[in-house]
């Protein structure tokens, strides 16, 4: 169980992990499996919302235990969001994508 306190939520993550169904489910590479339970509500208490997802794994119980798993599932979109807030520096992506033949004039009123 792992709580964290964002901006102004409280969420309260639970994870369910088991191996028992290996051998058992369609997927071949499957070693373990398990049950994210995210309960979050804001400050006051107020607007809880719950989600439940269930995922498949090819980490065994020994490579990721349920504390790994819960950071795994934390950072799933890290990487993600990084790559859509952060402009390479490399390419030259930060100067500004607007080109023109002029360069920007002040505004007048």
């Known amino acids: 169980m792992l709580e964290d306190i964002k901006a102004l939520e409280i969420e ?5 992990t088991s ?3 290996q051998g058992y ?3 071949p590479h499957a070693v373990q499996v398990f049950r994210l339970d995210r309960q979050t509500t804001d400050l006051l208490g107020m607007r809880p919302r719950r989600e439940t997802p269930s995922d498949i794994t090819s980490l ?4 990721a235990g349920p504390g790994r798993l819960l950071k795994l599932a934390r950072g799933h979109w890290e990487i993600e ?6 402009r390479d520096v490399t ?7 607007v080109r023109t033949g002029l360069p920007p004039l002040p505004c007048r009123s």
């Open 60 to 63: 065994s119980p020994q490579q």
């Open 12 to 16: 309260l993550r639970t994870i369910r």
């Open 91 to 97: 390419f030259d992506e930060n100067r500004s994508q």
């Open 19 to 21: 191996s028992a169904l």
């Open 25 to 27: 489910i369609a997927f």
């Open 81 to 86: 969001n990084r790559l859509h807030r952060v």
